[in-house]
C-alpha cells in the first residue's frame, strides 16, 4: 500500500534499501552516505533519570562531539514534502485466511504539533475501544469484522493515518460501504460532548503513561528536540484541550474521507 500511495517518496521504499542499489554499493559510496546523513545537526542525545555528574564533560570528550555539523558543501537535502498519491487497489495474496481493508491519508508532519494532536483525538474517537466508532458499529452492532484498526504513524515529513478492517471476504464490499458512512457521517455531524471527553481521556492518559519510566522520556524527548524547540513532554496535553468539535468535524474529519485516501483491499487467493 505504502509501495502505491507513496510511489515518488521515500516512505514508499523498502526500509532496507532496494536489492540493486544495495548490491551496487562500495565501501565508498557507504562512507559518503555516513558522511552526509550521520551529522551533528541530524542527531539528538537525550538522557533522563539520575543523571551522573561528569556527563557533558564525558560526552564533549567523546566522538559524538566530532560529528560534522551541517555545511553548505554537506547540505541536509531533506525534502520536507510528502508526496501521496490518492487511489485504489485490488490483490490477492497466498495464504490469507480473512480479507482485510487497508486504507491510508496523509496527515500532518510531526512539528505541526497541533494538528497531530487533532488527528490524534479523531482516531481515537473513531477506533479506539468499544465505544469509538466504527469498531461498536462494525465489530458490534454489524458483526461483519473480526478487527478494525485505526492509528496515526506521526512522521517528520508528513504523517500517515492507516485504517486496517479485518474481516470475511465475502463481507468485505459491505465493511467499505459502512467505513464510508462512518466517516462521512463525523464530517457532517460534530461529535457530542460526551464523545469528546472520552476521547481527550484516552489520548491524555496515553501521552502520561508513556512518561512513566526514564527511557520513555528520552525516547519521546529526543525526536521532539528534532522536529521543533524542546518543550515539557506535557506540552501535547495543551494543544489536545484546545481542539473543539467543530475544529474537528473541519479540519480532521473532513480529511478523513474514502474519497481522499488510498485504498487496499487484499483477498484470500483463489484455489485452482
Not at 508526496?83 to 497466498?94: H, L
Not at 479506539?128 to 465489530?139: I, K, M, P, T
Not at 464510508?180 to 481527550?200: I, K, Y
Request: glycine share 6%; aromatic share 4%.
Amino acid at each position: 500500500m505504502l509501495a502505491s500511495s507513496c510511489a515518488n517518496h521515500p516512505y514508499g521504499r523498502p526500509i532496507l534499501g532496494w536489492e540493486e542499489s544495495l548490491l551496487a554499493s562500495s565501501p565508498d559510496t557507504m562512507a559518503a552516505f555516513h558522511q552526509r546523513r550521520y551529522r551533528g545537526t541530524n542527531c539528538c542525545l537525550m538522557v533522563a533519570g539520575a543523571i551522573p555528574k561528569g556527563l557533558e564533560q564525558t560526552i564533549s570528550a567523546s566522538r559524538l562531539a566530532s560529528l560534522a555539523t551541517q555545511s553548505e558543501d554537506h547540505p541536509n537535502g531533506i525534502d520536507q514534502t510528502l508526496s501521496f498519491q490518492r487511489g485504489r487497489d485490488t490483490i490477492q495474496v497466498e495464504r490469507l485466511e480473512a480479507a482485510r481493508l487497508l486504507m491510508a491519508w496523509p496527515a500532518a508532519a510531526a512539528d505541526q504539533q497541533h494538528q497531530v494532536m487533532g488527528i490524534d483525538l479523531a482516531t481515537t474517537l473513531l477506533a479506539e475501544g468499544r465505544r469509538s466508532r466504527l469498531v461498536e458499529r462494525l465489530r458490534e452492532e454489524l458483526q461483519i469484522v473480526e478487527s478494525i484498526d485505526m492509528d496515526l504513524t506521526t512522521l517528520e515529513q508528513g504523517s500517515l493515518v492507516m485504517l486496517e478492517a479485518c474481516c470475511p471476504a465475502e463481507h468485505i464490499k459491505e465493511v467499505e460501504a459502512e467505513v464510508d458512512r462512518v466517516l462521512q457521517e463525523c464530517a457532517s455531524t460534530p461529535v457530542q460532548a460526551a464523545e469528546m471527553e472520552r476521547g481527550r481521556q484516552l489520548v491524555g492518559n496515553g501521552l502520561r503513561f508513556s512518561l512513566e519510566a526514564p527511557g520513555s522520556v528520552a525516547g519521546i524527548a529526543g525526536p521532539q528536540a528534532l522536529w521543533r524547540e524542546p518543550q515539557d513532554p506535557l506540552r501535547p496535553l495543551q494543544d489536545l484541550q484546545n481542539w473543539t468539535a467543530a475544529g474537528l468535524q473541519s479540519d480532521v474529519f473532513g480529511q478523513l474521507q474514502a474519497s481522499k485516501a488510498f485504498t487496499l483491499v487484499a483477498l484470500p487467493e483463489e484455489e485452482g
